[in-house]
């Protein structure tokens, strides 16, 4: 699965941070959130979807890959 994340919605809530840590982090020069993987395999749609699905602003998309 592909990640995606629009920088211009993001409005660092964290909440992706915070359901998937080794994928999404905080970028401090920019204020948003810094993808660290934008690639996963099955073993991990649950955690990536669910960070997904915690972003208020839904900056976060998912894509098959």
Known sequence: MKI?????????????????????????ETGKVLLLINEVGEDRRAEVERAADACPVQAITLTDS
């Open 4 to 28: 995606t994340v629009d920088l211009k919605t993001c409005t660092a809530y964290a909440n992706c941070m915070a359901e998937a840590p080794d994928v999404f982090d905080y970028n401090e």
